[in-house]
């Protein structure tokens, strides 16, 4: 019941049918965008799989075919898939090849970084003196909280915006909004990047850079990803399914005492979102996937560990999706304005810092890429240099994905204080 009025009952309302109709949908998009049929891929080359993997669901809830608000999809999801991707894609955390790329690759994804942490709070700020209105809102509507969601996204991907979405709660209208400045803002941004890869040769000459580094992280990587790929067996399924839902276990066995703590001792941290048990889930399960990766566990990623994560982050993504209102990008398009400043600050630091030590336009890329599209945009923006580096987005990626929901979270905070009250 809703202000006394019986709310229709959707077509599909078994769970495990609407389930099973979520896998179908999320296996139509991977069959048909594998496809080499050339109307598919043109379709493909402008709508991304990721959106339509949130819009498709957000369609059936829309025209009630099945009611996502209502579902407790939705939280098995974010409960069960979420830290489990997490876990396994931080295992592969190389924080030896890390440190080896500190100095321009390093430099220039903390910069790509800094800039979605400060480009936020920069984009609303300017956004609330000529239309404070497009950044306002109140309650779960405050537009903050969708903004801290995709603050997650660029800097993280999208398990950390699922994770932000958990922490801040938006509005499903809000973040309906938000998903799609997320695809359109970052997809444009994303083609500008692959459109300079083509062109690499001139954008070296023209950031002055030295790409002798790259040539010699091209061979390195190359001979690593030959030795050590290996066809993966049940065994090692079973194992990363182990890590990865025992280490959701223990950290859902252990958030909630930590966060009924911080309730009943701290509760001005309510604020800071630290009385929130989901928090506590994510913090503890990031903790446990960094630590796996100083293990034997590590090895598993060459039997395809974030191949199994990108499987759950995608069951989960339409899980999250199916609570959408497609028509809710509609209510506020001054989303999209700010969504672009916020790029557009990311993007010149980004130059300036290139032109200041002479960075290979690869490290821009990937620099920018691996924070603003996670480890599929990496992968290909990397792919688009050279196969061999596709680690190197990767590994950046992984360490983004590590960070993506406490700078995501410091984002929306900075973000909050600076939207118009």
């Not at 080499?36 to 009630?64: D, E, V, W």
């Not at 990803?225 to 399924?237: G, Q």
């Not at 899980?319 to 497609?326: F, H, N």
Request: glycine share 8%; aromatic share 12%; hydrophobic share 55%.
């Amino acid at each position: 019941m809703q202000h006394g009025i019986e709310e229709a009952t959707p077509l599909i309302s078994n769970q495990a049918a609407v389930f099973g109709l979520l896998m179908i949908v999320l296996g139509l998009v991977f069959y048909t965008s594998n496809l080499t049929n050339k109307y598919f891929q043109k379709f493909y080359a402008i709508i991304p799989p990721l959106l339509l993997c949130y819009f498709i669901p957000g369609i059936l809830n829309s025209a009630n075919i099945i009611d996502g608000e209502n579902s407790p999809l939705t939280g098995i999801g974010s409960r069960y898939f979420l830290p489990a991707c997490l876990i396994l894609f931080t295992l592969n955390l190389d924080l030896k090849e890390m440190w080896n790329l500190r100095k321009r690759a390093g430099l220039m994804f903390a910069t790509g970084t800094v800039g979605i942490i400060l480009g936020g709070p920069f984009a609303v700020w300017v956004t609330s003196l000529v239309a404070p209105q497009v950044v306002g809102g109140a309650g779960p509507d405050e537009v903050w909280r969708g903004l801290g969601t995709l603050s997650g996204s660029w800097i993280g991907g999208s398990a950390n915006q699922v994770a932000l979405r958990e922490i801040l709660q938006p509005s499903p209208k809000l973040f309906s909004s938000i998903i799609a400045v997320d695809a359109f803002v970052a997809y444009i941004w994303m083609a500008l990047l692959l459109y300079g890869a083509s062109k690499v040769k001139k954008m070296n000459a023209f950031f002055k850079a030295d790409a002798s580094d790259v040539d010699a992280l091209m061979r390195r990587m190359d001979a690593k990803v030959k030795a050590n790929s290996r066809i993966p067996e049940t065994k090692d399924f079973i194992l990363m399914l182990a890590l990865a839902m025992g280490g959701t276990g223990l950290a859902a066995l252990l958030a909630e005492p930590v966060a009924q703590y911080m309730s009943n001792n701290h509760p001005e941290l309510e604020k800071l979102s630290l009385t929130n048990s989901f928090f506590w889930i994510i913090l503890i399960a990031t903790i446990f996937g960094v630590i796996l990766s100083f293990t034997p566990a590590r090895k598993l990623e060459n039997a395809g560990a974030s191949k199994i994560a990108t499987t759950l982050l995608y069951m989960l993504i339409v899980t999250i999706g199916m609570q959408m209102d497609v028509l809710a990008i509609l209510e506020n398009p001054g989303l999209f304005f700010v969504g672009f400043l916020w790029i557009s600050f990311h993007a010149t630091l980004l130059f300036i810092m290139a032109k200041i030590i002479k960075a290979p336009f690869f490290y821009f890329a990937v620099g920018s890429m691996s924070n603003v599209g996670g480890v599929a945009s990496a992968t290909v923006t990397s792919a688009a240099f050279h196969p061999s580096l596709i680690s190197v987005g990767v590994i950046l990626s992984v360490f983004s994905y590590a960070i993506g929901t406490y700078a995501g979270w410091l984002t929306a905070i900075l973000m909050q204080m600076v939207s118009p009250v």
